[in-house]
């Protein structure tokens, strides 16, 4: 179970992982599994397994938490069914098998039982984001220009990367503020609060 922030690389991660292994990567997102009707969830979940045995692939789940939510959480019988299905095929599976989620709090308890390894994925630390810097812009950055940056994550800078090749940005001031804002639209999402009635 790969969990943390969004953007901090726990897809990329699985694809390392395949890639050291030697084998190749099936992915399922809770679009490709999630059904509309009664059953169709749990055939779905059934059919990936039987997908990665059949091609001896790893299968990485994205958005696990929305077909292994928490039983006690659940309103109606059928979520209940899907996470059931989930862990019968968690105890039989052949080949490695791989979750992500971004919240790891919604989770059942039971599902995070069947995981051997749980690794939480952080936000990006000084001299990560130094690193990443001169990764994706080819340029040198201090300590003291990135001070104010404590909540990147790689997924930020590939989307900096994306602006500035669009866009034809160089300068490492600019590169700079397209970070920080990256930043500040999750630090205003991180303050929002729901109103209830």
């Not at 990936?48 to 939510?69: H, I």
Request: glycine share 4%.
């Amino acid at each position: 179970m790969l969990y943390g922030k969004p953007g901090t690389g726990k897809t990329a991660f699985c694809e390392h992982l395949a890639d050291l292994l030697g084998i190749n990567i099936i992915k399922k997102r809770a679009s490709d599994i999630n059904g509309m009707y009664v059953g169709q969830t749990e055939k779905n979940i059934a059919r990936a397994f039987a997908e990665a045995r059949a091609k001896k692939v790893m299968l990485v789940f994205d958005e696990a938490d929305s077909f292994l939510m928490d039983r006690t959480r659940a309103a109606r019988s059928w979520e209940v069914c899907s996470v059931n299905e989930m862990l019968a095929q968690m105890e039989n599976a052949d080949y490695p098998f791989v979750c992500t989620t971004n919240l790891m709090d919604n989770i059942d308890k039971a599902a995070l039982r069947r995981f051997s390894f749980k690794v939480k994925y952080e936000f990006l630390k000084p001299d990560q984001v130094i690193m990443a810097f001169q990764d994706f812009f080819n340029q040198q950055i201090s300590k003291e220009e990135i001070a104010d940056l404590t909540n990147l994550a790689p997924g930020d800078f590939a989307v900096v990367k994306k602006q500035a090749d669009l866009l034809g940005i160089t300068d490492k001031s600019e590169l700079l503020s397209r970070l920080r804002q990256e930043q500040q639209v999750k630090d205003l999402h991180k303050k929002q609060t729901k109103i209830g009635f």
